[in-house]
C-alpha cells in the first residue's frame, strides 16, 4: 500500500541530484525524497522515465494492463502531488527546477527557464545529461535545451522516443529523461477510463520494459512517475479526458524506483 502523498513535484530535482551525490538547484524549495535517496544510494547513471497523464487513478483503472510497472512499484512506490496547474509544462519545470510554478514562471512548452536546472548542476559536476523526447513535446521543447544530448522523435512517436532512450542508455549518459505520451494521447481522445487508454497504457509498459531492461544491463538505476493524471469532462458534447484542475485524478501521481542491482531480479531478465 502506498502512502498519502507528503511530497509533491517540487522534491524530484533535489531527490534526482542528491543521488548523484550533488547539491540540489540552487532555488530547489523542497527536501529530497530519503526512502529514494537511502534505497538507491549515490549512482552514476540514472533514468528517469516520465508517463504523460499516467495519474494514480488511470494507473489503478489500467492495472491488468501494466505487468512492468506494477512489477516495479511492489514495495518501491509512493504518491506524489502534481503541482497546479496539472499541465505537463509547468510540472516539467517543476521536475527540473525544483522550483514552485510562481517561482519558474513557466506556463507554455514554448517560454525558456531562466533557473538552474538538474542538468546544470550535474554539468558542473563533469556528467553529461540527455533526453528522449518527441520533437514536438514538453521535454522536446521545453527541457532539451538544457541536456548534453537531446534525443528527438522527429516522428512524435513513443516508438522512436524509446529507441532514442535505449541508444542514450547504451552510450553511457549519466541522466536520461524520457517522456512517454501514448497514454495522454489516449486519455484526451477517448478518456482516461476507456478501453483506448488501457490499450496505451499497455504500449507504455512494452516501452518501459524495454527501458529498465537496457538500465539493468548498463548499471542505470530508474525512476518512473506521472507528470498529473487525467479526469472525464464533456469537450464539445463528447465525454473526453481533461486535466489542469485540483481534482484527485489531476493531482495524485505514483513515483516508483529501483536500483540497478533490483532490476534483474524484480522483472527476471536473464543473461
Not at 181 to 203: I, K, M, N
Given at each position: ?14 531527490t ?9 538547484p ?68 517543476t ?24 542538468f ?17 513535446s ?9 541536456v ?5 522523435a ?17 552510450r ?39 527501458i ?38 489531476d ?21
Open positions: 500500500m502506498m502512502r498519502p502523498p507528503w511530497y509533491d513535484m517540487r522534491s524530484i530535482a533535489s534526482v541530484c542528491r543521488v548523484f551525490g550533488l547539491r540540489p540552487s532555488q530547489a524549495e523542497a527536501e529530497p525524497i530519503g526512502e529514494i535517496v537511502s534505497q538507491l544510494g549515490v549512482v552514476e547513471h540514472l533514468a528517469v522515465v516520465v508517463i504523460d497523464a499516467f495519474g494514480l487513478s488511470t494507473w489503478n483503472y489500467a492495472a491488468d494492463a501494466t505487468p512492468t510497472f506494477n512489477a516495479l512499484a511492489e514495495d518501491h512506490s509512493l504518491i506524489i502531488k502534481a503541482v497546479y496547474p496539472t499541465i505537463t509544462p509547468v510540472n516539467f519545470a521536475m527540473v527546477t525544483g522550483a514552485s510554478p510562481e517561482r519558474h514562471g513557466i506556463r507554455e512548452r514554448t517560454q525558456r527557464i531562466e533557473l538552474e536546472t538538474v546544470d548542476v550535474l554539468r558542473e559536476d563533469g556528467k553529461v545529461s540527455a533526453t528522449a523526447a518527441r520533437a514536438l514538453s521535454l522536446g521543447i521545453l527541457i532539451s535545451p538544457h548534453d544530448e537531446p534525443g528527438l522527429e516522428s512524435n512517436t513513443d516508438g522512436e522516443v524509446c529507441q532514442l532512450a535505449l541508444n542514450a542508455i547504451r553511457g549518459v549519466n541522466l536520461l529523461w524520457v517522456q512517454l505520451l501514448d497514454v495522454d494521447d489516449a486519455g484526451h481522445r477517448y478518456g482516461p477510463f476507456t478501453p483506448q487508454s488501457r490499450e496505451a497504457a499497455a504500449r507504455c509498459d512494452g516501452h518501459l520494459r524495454l529498465a531492461e537496457a538500465a539493468w544491463r548498463h548499471s542505470f538505476s530508474l525512476m518512473v512517475l506521472a507528470d498529473h493524471g487525467q479526469h472525464m469532462e464533456l469537450i464539445d458534447g463528447v465525454v473526453r479526458g481533461s486535466h489542469g484542475s485540483l481534482r484527485d485524478e493531482v495524485y501521481v505514483p513515483l516508483i524506483w529501483r536500483s540497478h542491482g533490483e532490476l534483474g531480479e524484480v522483472l527476471g531478465f536473464q543473461g
